[in-house]
């Protein structure tokens, strides 16, 4: 890449001013060549493999952080979905096999990684069992391990089975993390239409048609959008439209060239650069902070969700024009414990439940981080998932839900989850049941959407 000394300059304004990062640089790993008939020889293997590729990647990356004066925050692993690797295991093997993956993050001084998941948005495998049965333990004794599953896509509908047992799982993780505000929530997500190269928790795996290892970034700058749309009080919306893309269009250069140094220093591809605007709790760092100043008073008002639609395609189309390998979800995150607008919504009473699940309609994933209260049932769990998964489903698009039930918290309180996973107001819920729906079972058909060929 061949950067000029005026990019070299905005990009450290940008960093010095504007809270420009690096959120995370992802290696993914493929583990499937790890699986072995006997229990503790996979183990050693599975262990043996994430750290010969990635023990390097903390101290690479600070290296390069030093040398271009970007901040890298997070340094992360996505592996393999670990759920193909249990074939012949039992529930207990497999929450073993979670401690070896914690056990890998923190020797390579990872904050997390990914991949103690599942596919089986269409059908589950003796293994798919064995790590769902396995998941809420398996993430409440480990600190760093992030699990996902998949339970729709649009070529194959929704499988209910397991959006049933996921509501269950999602109670039964927040119960045994009572104490810690149900935290064991927060590292698992539950896709429709997952991507295999996100490089962001808690949803980040290495996808089967990815090669044996690659890094992956992810680059977050609402603060730079934000600012950038401070300058021109008066554009009308296409030329906002014009700056916001224009602005991710630098920000996706500098990025690039971060990510692909990184790659360089360990030896391993390139693969994408995801351009999500991923807010966190800093002053002016907020997504919902840049759809109030493209005119809505608070976020979740009326026009919220065209200010969101409007942003989000700017992303798309400035992070497309800057760089050929923009991949993973792209767009705009809207997690509402990491963002102070978004709480200050929810707090103000203009951002409700409902009005964010219609969000993700046009975001680039779906219900995010959010506290809910504890009298929340595993079946309304499950409905809230449903109707997420028919959004992503029909729409082609990933969404995804990663929702805290928070044991003996009532709506309003507010909870603390610290560091990146900021603090949340708790919502309500419906209080009508969801039951008779989440109990009849099934596969959902896929819609019409899917017939492409």
């Given at each position: ?154 070529r194959t509908g929704i499988n209910m089975d397991v959006v049933k047992q996921m509501g269950t799982i999602i109670k039964e993780a927040s119960e ?193 981080m959010i506290a809910l209260s504890g009298e929340a049932s595993a079946e309304t769990l499950s409905g809230i998932i449903a109707d997420e998964a ?64």
């Amino acid at each position: 890449m061949n950067i000029g000394l005026d990019e070299i300059t905005e990009t450290v304004r940008m960093v010095q001013m504007e809270n420009l990062d690096i959120r995370t640089v992802t290696i993914g790993i493929d583990l499937k060549d790890c699986a072995d008939a006997d229990f503790s020889a996979m183990q050693t293997r599975v262990y043996d493999k994430i750290v010969s590729y990635a023990k390097n990647l903390k101290p690479y990356a600070e290296q390069v952080e030093k040398e271009y004066g970007v901040p890298i925050i997070n340094k992360r692993i996505a592996v393999t979905p670990i759920s193909e690797l249990l074939g012949n295991a039992t529930r207990e093997q497999a929450i073993e096999l979670a401690k070896t993956l914690d056990k890998a993050a923190a020797d390579i001084g990872v904050d997390f990684i990914g991949g103690y998941s599942a596919l089986v948005h269409k059908g589950v495998t003796k293994g798919d069992q064995v790590l769902l049965d396995s998941l809420a333990e398996a993430l409440t004794v480990t600190d760093r391990v992030c699990a996902s599953i998949s339970v729709a896509t649009t070529r194959t509908g929704i499988n209910m089975d397991v959006v049933k047992q996921m509501g269950t799982i999602i109670k039964e993780a927040s119960e045994n993390t009572r104490d810690q505000d149900g935290i064991a929530c927060a590292k698992l997500v539950v896709f429709s239409n997952p991507v295999e190269d996100n490089p962001f928790m808690a949803g980040a795996f290495h996808g089967t048609g990815e090669g044996d290892a690659v890094l992956n970034v992810g680059v977050s700058g609402p603060g730079v959008v934000l600012n950038a749309l401070k300058k021109h009080p008066e554009a009308d919306l296409g030329e906002v439209s014009q700056v916001i893309k224009k602005t991710v269009f630098k920000i996706t250069r500098a990025g690039e060239l971060v990510g692909r140094a990184v790659a360089d220093q360990l030896d391993v591809p390139f693969g994408i650069l995801d351009l999500s605007l991923a807010p966190t709790n800093a002053l002016n760092d907020s997504v919902a902070e840049i759809l109030e100043e493209i005119g809505v008073e608070r976020v979740g008002t009326h026009g919220t969700i065209a200010a969101l639609a409007l942003m989000n395609d700017a992303v798309k189309k400035g992070g497309a024009m800057a760089s050929s390998y923009v991949g993973g979800l792209s767009g705009a995150f809207i997690p509402v414990s990491e963002d102070n607008g978004m709480i200050q919504g929810v707090n103000d009473g203009s951002l409700t439940l409902p009005k964010l699940e219609a969000m993700t309609c046009v975001c680039s994933v779906g219900l995010d981080m959010i506290a809910l209260s504890g009298e929340a049932s595993a079946e309304t769990l499950s409905g809230i998932i449903a109707d997420e998964a028919a959004i992503g489903m029909i729409n082609k698009k990933t969404t995804a839900v990663r929702v805290i039930p928070v044991p003996d918290k009532e709506e309003g309180t507010m909870v603390e989850f610290g560091g990146l996973l900021g603090r949340a107001p708790v919502m309500g819920v419906n209080p009508f049941s969801s039951e008779g729906f989440v109990k009849r079972g099934g596969r959902i058909p896929a819609p019409l959407q899917s017939l492409i060929n």
